[in-house]
């Protein structure tokens, strides 16, 4: 790859490697914006010319590169284990997603060697067995230049490929687990009863169940009497809270599962608070003696293991014993969320993002006489079908419809069916600048942005819509993305939800499409195949022409 300043009578092809602003035309202040790493047309090198650009910093590929996009797609794939879904990649970057939740599980020592292999290629990933849930980021695959070299490229996949999945979700599978706990003179009903329910309530938040608690004297023949009941109930996974900690491999606890048949594996742990858990098994099945801080709801070491276990990780004496690194778990402060960083926490990219459509229903079709264009059908489907049906087989959630003028009409024909959120605009005669803001009233709050869908046009796929979610990244400056064709912008546009307060408070018959031009720096421009995102029916002309136009 060849980076530099290029005079733009060579600058054709080439990736622009700095954002350029061009000055407006026919009295407007502002141009287009040139983005960092688009790559230039001819017509984008004429436009730098008459702006009065005589060269640009770019970088020019040569035939043993692979284009950041490319080069991350295919990193990625090779990464990916199981349970692990692979975003579109964009800027040189594609990201993992759990396809369940479970436990992140990776190859350190291959991690390391990819992220050593050299410097264009970078894979970061959330810390190893952490807790994940479906659709949150775990891993993220970021070329740093504009292009990679394809031998670097192929020795980095091999190298993700070699000995198993470099990196995988092992999901949580739901078990029947068993609690017995000893009793000693003067211990109290109340803890034991408080300590089946935080037990219950970890248990259950993995995915699996207590079926039986057991209570017994702190002795051994009983409590080996109540660990050969616990196994004839079935249970996947016994657990002894004792009435006083272990102290020994000798103790209570562990003479218990010996005498029962079982065997232990090993005591103590480098985790603070749960240096006292005790680790065995019998038989097939994982016996724990619990450390005393079990009886309270904060996190510590037992957690760590319990969360490997029921995910099928089988966790051996020195798995426990290279814990300690991050195992002084006392001292993690529990921080609350700052106001300032709602917006932020809101915006990021931790989770794919969750994108509500927004199908704006309610005009009164001036231009189309007294039919009510959006009930009109094309190719044998009504328009406001179409939108919603597009909007429902993308992925975008929820779907909330704004009705207005023939309201009863419109929800009559999109039927009880549909999963949509109806919600009617009382002042649908003001224009769209008040169905935009009455639909932006019922986004939930969880939402990261809403596409915002016009219900004229019929030949919006879900596709489009589903390449605009993909596209949609706010750290990496993709707040706004807007969908064009050969050149032309169109419609739908996504906005963040940063944008809310400014698009609710327009007024008058226009919707939100000043934003793009206030806020240059936030908008992806992505280039659809069809045209289908520029065309829209607001005259009988137009829908009469309609079946005439050929979508590329």
């Not at 009065?52 to 590929?61: D, F, P």
């Not at 031998?151 to 949580?172: D, H, K, N, S, Y």
């Not at 769209?432 to 009233?441: E, V």
């Amino acid at each position: 790859m060849k980076f530099g300043d290029l005079p733009l009578a060579e600058a054709e092809g080439a990736i622009l490697a700095h954002s350029l602003a061009l000055p407006g035309a026919n009295g407007e202040t502002r141009g287009p914006v040139f983005k960092k790493g688009r790559r230039l047309s001819a017509e984008d090198v004429r436009a730098l010319a008459t702006a009065g650009y005589a060269s640009v910093t770019a970088a020019r590929l040569g035939p043993d590169d692979i284009h950041e996009d490319e080069a991350a797609a295919i990193l990625a794939a090779a990464v990916a284990g199981a349970h692990l879904d692979q975003g579109k990649a964009f800027t040189g970057r594609a990201n993992l997603f759990a396809a369940a939740r479970g436990i992140a599980v990776m190859d350190r020592a291959r991690l390391d060697q990819v992220n050593l292999l050299d410097e264009a290629i970078t894979v970061a990933t959330l810390p190893p067995y952490a807790v994940v849930d479906a659709k949150q980021m775990v891993a993220t695959v970021k070329i740093i230049p504009f292009a990679a070299p394809r031998a670097t490229v192929e020795r980095a996949t091999a190298i993700a490929r070699e000995g198993g999945p470099l990196i995988r979700i092992a999901p949580f599978r739901g078990r029947d687990v068993a609690l017995i706990q000893t009793r000693l003179p003067g211990l109290k009903a109340s803890v034991l009863d408080k300590t089946v329910a935080i037990v219950r309530g970890r248990l259950e938040a993995l995915g699996s169940r207590l079926i039986d608690e057991t209570r017994c004297r702190h002795d051994v023949t009983e409590l080996r009497q109540a660990i050969d009941k616990a196994a004839q109930k079935g249970a996947a996974l016994i657990l002894i809270a004792g009435a006083s900690a272990i102290t020994d491999r000798r103790d209570v606890v562990p003479t218990a599962i010996e005498a029962s048949g079982g065997s232990i594996d090993h005591f103590g742990m480098p985790v603070d608070p749960g240096n006292l858990l005790l680790l065995a098994h019998r038989g097939e099945t994982p016996v724990l003696g619990l450390p005393g801080c079990v009886r309270s709801p904060k996190f510590n070491g037992f957690d760590w293991v319990l969360q490997r276990l029921l995910a099928d990780i089988s966790v051996t004496g020195r798995d426990v014993m290279l814990m300690g690194a991050g195992g002084l778990l006392n001292e993690i402060p529990s921080r609350p969320m700052p106001r300032e960083n709602i917006e932020a926490e809101n915006n990021d990219i931790q989770r794919a993002p969750r994108i509500a459509a927004l199908v704006l229903a309610a005009g009164m079709s001036r231009r189309m006489g007294p039919t009510n264009k959006l009930l009109t059908a094309v190719e044998g489907v009504p328009m406001v079908i179409r939108a919603v049906d597009a909007s429902l087989s993308s992925k975008a959630g929820p779907v909330i419809v704004v009705t207005g003028h023939e309201a009863e009409r419109v929800k009559e024909t999109l039927g009880r069916k549909r999963k949509v959120t109806i919600v009617h605009n009382l002042d649908y005669a003001q224009g769209l600048s008040a169905s935009l803001a009455r639909g932006l009233a019922a986004v939930p709050a969880e939402c990261n942005g809403v596409l915002i869908c016009l219900g004229d046009m019929p030949r919006v796929r879900a596709t489009h819509l589903d390449r605009l979610i993909d596209a949609f990244n706010p750290l990496e400056g993709r707040s706004i993305c807007v969908p064009t064709y050969q050149g032309k912008r169109g419609n739908p546009v996504l906005f963040a939800r940063r944008f809310f307060a400014e698009m609710a408070s327009v007024a008058g018959d226009v919707g939100a499409r000043h934003l793009i031009g206030e806020h240059g720096d936030q908008v992806a421009e992505i280039e659809m195949g069809d045209s289908g995102v520029l065309l829209d029916v607001d005259s009988p002309e137009a829908l009469a022409a309609l079946t005439a136009v050929k979508t590329a």
